[in-house]
């Protein structure tokens, strides 16, 4: 008998909540900016251990910024992560990717790295605000639709 089965959209929701112990209500979840030659590797960067050339400049702290208003929501089988838009004051710098990581874990090694963005080109600011406006739709959205594995 062929079967298709399909996640329940709770259950990812539970899942990127609780993957590596992350809970994105509780726990402190940052945006650090890096330069162009930082090159994201999808299926080797874990941690933030793994994540080089961090932005360096006025108005930027090492680690980058803690996210907030932070959001689940689910509706019509469809998950939305998001969080107010992030912002670093007084910039003077420039970046080109955004780095989110959950910044709960005592060392490098133990802060779960989440998603990344390419801006496309660098982006500078010089005695500024740099501003992350994440997308209308939320920071992320994952569907809901057949479970991966099952025929």
Aim: hydrophobic share 45%; proline share 1%; net charge negative.
């Amino acid at each position: 008998m062929a079967v298709t089965a399909f996640w329940y959209v709770h259950a990812l929701e539970n899942l990127v909540s609780r993957l590596k112990n992350i809970d994105w209500d509780t726990n402190a979840i940052n945006v650090m900016l890096t330069t162009v030659t930082y090159v994201p590797n999808q299926d080797t960067h874990e941690d933030k251990a793994d994540i080089t050339n961090e932005v360096v400049g006025a108005g930027y702290v090492a680690g980058g910024e803690t996210l907030g208003s932070k959001t689940l929501a689910t509706v019509l089988n469809v998950l939305d992560i998001d969080a107010a838009d992030t912002q670093w004051t007084s910039a003077t710098f420039t970046a080109r990717i955004a780095v989110m990581y959950d910044d709960s874990g005592a060392a490098d090694g133990d802060k779960a790295l989440l998603l990344w963005v390419d801006f496309g080109q660098d982006e500078s600011v010089t005695n500024g605000t740099f501003t992350i406006q994440w997308a209308g739709g939320g920071i992320a959205t994952i569907t809901a639709t057949n479970a991966a594995g099952f025929p």
